[in-house]
């Protein structure tokens, strides 16, 4: 589905400085290199990350505060550009500016993560996008319950990993009911997300995850078991 991009001077600002700005730090072998890391999901202008950063303050200097209109035109007409920088940048603008958006953004969060999708970008907009809006919200529980039933894997693993901030506000049971949901499930990315999730509650709840792990190892991927009790 293809979300309508709100007007936005903001974003008509933010965009034009952007990609003059990038170019001036593109590497044609740093790109190649990168695409190939990242399996060719995306193209590449071959800025590393300290360089982007630097070149992204440039971008946003003096620029004013975003209303959530102005966060869902950047992000989504960062997402038309090919190039995977272009990407990072929509998901660190969206980092610092998750608590200026309303319930109503998670859609954007679901475009963004659906489209384009690699470990990458996804799990970031999963623990800093996605769960600071679930966290303002209750009513969003309701969505993240359809999340992880979903056949997209990366919703999937939204839904797992939007928690992983929350410490000691993590819904235990939520979790724990949530690895149930898929804890067989054919793709890597969903297997390690389980252990991963698992893993982040350890630090603040260890025996609570060794109880769980105990009961339902006979269900649980063994990589899920694995990275579930590395630190434990």
């Known amino acids: 589905m293809t979300l309508p991009v709100p007007r936005s001077a903001l974003a008509d600002t933010v965009l034009e400085r952007l990609t003059v700005v990038y170019a001036t730090g593109a590497d044609p072998v740093r790109a190649r290199e990168a695409a190939a890391y990242m399996k060719d999901v995306a193209p590449f202008l071959g800025i590393r990350t300290p360089e982007r950063r630097r070149l992204s303050r440039t971008v946003l200097d003096g620029t004013p505060r975003p209303a959530e209109a102005d966060c869902a035109a950047i992000a989504l007409r ?3 550009l090919p190039e995977r920088e272009y990407h990072y940048f929509a998901v660190d603008y969206l980092r610092r500016h998750a608590g200026r958006c309303s319930s109503d953004f998670l859609l954007v969060a679901r475009h963004l993560i659906a489209t ?39 919703i999937a693993r939204t839904a797992l990993l939007h928690q992983l901030g929350y410490k000691q506000a993590t819904d235990a049971e939520r979790l724990f009911r949530y690895c149930l949901r898929q804890p067989g499930h054919s793709d890597f990315f969903i297997r390690k997300a389980i ?33 579930a009790l590395k630190n434990l």
Not at 196 to 217: C, G, H, I, M, Q
Request: hydrophobic share 50%.
């Open 78 to 80: 960062c997402w038309e």
């Open 195 to 227: 252990g991963w999730s698992l893993r982040e509650y350890a630090k603040t709840d260890p025996d609570a995850v060794r109880a769980f792990v105990a009961t339902s190892r006979d269900r649980l991927a063994p990589l899920s078991v694995r990275e």
């Open 116 to 154: 384009v999708s690699w470990w990458d970008t996804v799990d970031l907009l999963a623990a800093h996008v996605v769960g600071p809006l679930v966290a303002a919200d209750a009513e969003l529980v309701a969505a993240m319950d359809e999340w992880i039933e979903d056949d997209n894997l990366w």
